[in-house]
């Protein structure tokens, strides 16, 4: 079982800020901004390229709610990043979404 899959059924702790039938957000343990939240599937999809038409639902439930986690971290201002595959830096196998904020970041993304 992945850290995610590990995290959704209660067996690593975290802090949650977020949770539904569909999806979990919690706070990253590595923050790289004030505002880091990680948003994922409760289903494993284990990448952005395994989105299909039987998981997609989950995937327009998580950007329906970001606004309404963000509003309750205090921003409205923020930046979505979804990692997929080894090169791009994804290293959890579970489809996730970073949402970062609480400063300013600029238009590059690297």
Not at 1 to 8: A, D, K, L, P, V
Not at 82 to 107: W, Y
């Given at each position: 079982m ?74 409205d ?30 238009e590059?993304?690297?």
């Amino acid at each position: 079982m992945c850290i995610f899959c590990e995290i959704i059924a209660g067996n690593i702790p975290s802090t949650k800020v977020y949770e539904d039938d569909k999806i979990l957000a919690f706070k990253d343990i590595n923050p790289v901004a004030p505002v880091h939240i990680i948003v994922v599937p409760k289903v494993h999809i284990e990448s952005a390229n395994d989105v299909n038409s039987q998981n997609s639902d989950v995937i327009s439930a998580i950007f329906e709610k970001i606004p309404e986690i963000a509003k309750s971290q205090g921003i409205d201002s923020y930046r979505i990043i979804n990692n997929c595959g080894d090169d791009a830096g994804q290293t959890v196998k579970h489809l996730h979404f970073h949402i970062i904020g609480g400063l300013e970041m600029g238009e590059k993304i690297l």
